[in-house]
DNA sequence: TTGTAAGCGTTATCAT
DNA sequence: ATGATAACGCTTACAA
């Protein structure tokens, strides 16, 4: 900017002016300005621009990445950002469970507040100890949008799936096939997706108007251990004839399960997946599944930070909101 | 840094030093200081920080996200980026083709720039008119390294697979088995990938000791169009007995056709794939294929880039390097 | 071991 | 419509 001023021959603030379109500048100086600047490929800093204005463009977007579902909410988010012209800071979290991915996902956070991101999205990795790492979030006062899994410690804004609509849905249909015996298959009740999903399916499986059975199988990493898939389906769960897996992973394995028993999908056993994961153009996963619309979720929360940021500037203080998507169910014939 | 400076009744330098290890600082001073900073919630300003020292550790990742290669190498730059403690900004392309991906990619390359990164990971969106966009990053001298697609026109640090050598790999298994009518499926020569795997595939089967066919469909898209396939299959093709695509999604477009036209694989008719295309735990493309090892691609930039970083201190100018890692064959039956 | 002064590239504020 | 000056939060260079 120095060397465009000198070049134009006018001040800084002139040149300032121009570029960030605030007041009013000759139409002449502004030619100059601009050919000049061209010339000599002249890039604002934005970094320094942040540091004055106190926005610096930047969000923050801790998830676990990968993952069909959320590279969906990832692009989603990256689209909106893109339209408001703001960079994406990515954190990618790796393990699920135990102190460890706490305290990872603390360092992430600080790290986010050292970069000072104007916001943050965030997929946490635990609905225990919140409080320790959302406690500097909210002293510092940073915008949050908190993503899939609800953490009913800490009250902000969330977005995420009707999970327990969803289970519903599933155990309705599973109904109107006249099926009597189910197997739910969770990833244990520790994270909002697949509590809720189950607890859905239950209580629509509970309302029947006709006698029915429930078993529950856990796998609490969320992947499908085959063995004991084909254990319980070869033993107590011989006479099952519906299925409802809280995600399309531990679907498949029941699939496969079922496949090498030589029962027949849906003739002997109709099963319901979640989740909808799919993979660029043309790849199938054969479950009948719910569409969860990751990418509308990453939008709407990336639209809901910014209403936040824009908020900070008012400063008023409305009561924080939660929005549940709607899953759409995919008849895949299983 | 003032308060704390005042609290403690030293001054900013004294703070600053004890902040980011250099220079010394006495045991009680520095016990005081981290005491006060630990009390006020002291996050020190990356960006300021950046602003002084010239590294804003800032990496800026420029690639279509979401299918399952990318976010493989997207995991691999972002690990090593988390060793380094530096910052990923991520900008998804969409479209791969035309005027407009070049216009788009240009625009985040400047918003880089203005962002100003570190360096940049890069999967071009087009082979042509490259020198127009790394023009600038030229100019710079911002450490750039270019992934996936080599793009012939432009001389900087590359990393990708062993296109050439995994094409070959696929004739020669095909060969092995005794084909001897081969079907090429590719998504033409626009982008390296697809080019160089075709090649060392035509290589390969053309040093056949014995009379072999190989003909070729086109799918400039990448996206298999199943009816053509189906044409080919029941007019042209109907020899054909190898089949080798230059990519897994295309392999399962060949696949879907072959099953519905009744033929076996692989007893009818053999077919490899690239790319080992897979999401998370368990889901299963049933289509032998190659594994590119996209972490490490991704891993492997990353460390290039950090290598040009930092030579950029010393200010010599090495030749540039391009990288290729052997893409493995998964067998999987077909 | 600590301090002083200047500077990084930009915007805010108040004046002209 | 334009300018002067201070400020943002930190580091570099030099001095004590």
Redesign the interface.
Known sequence: MKVIAREVGVSLMTVSRFMNGTGKVAAETARSIREVAERI?Y??????R??QTGR?G?IGVVMP????FY??V??GI?DHL?EQ?A??????VHGDWGERAIEEERKLL??L????VDGIILRPANDEATALYFE?IV??NVPIVVIDRHVPKFACDFVGTDDVVGGEEAGTRLLARGLKNFLLVTGGDRFSPSRDRAKGFRDAVASANRPVTVDTLEFPT???NEDAILEYLTEKGAKVDGIFAVN??LA??CRRALLKLGRRIPEDVSIIGFGA?A???????PVSTFDQHADLIGRTASEMLFAQIERKAGSSAPPSKTVRLAATFIDRGT
């Open positions: 490929q890039r604002p800093n934005r970094l320094v942040g540091m610096t930047l990445a990968g993952l069909g590279s969906g990832l692009e990256h893109s012209d960079g994406l800071l990515l954190s990618m600080h790290r507040i050292e970069l000072r500097e002293q510092r969320f992947s499908p399309d992973n498949l394995g994961v993979i660029g153009g043309g790849y199938f996963i």
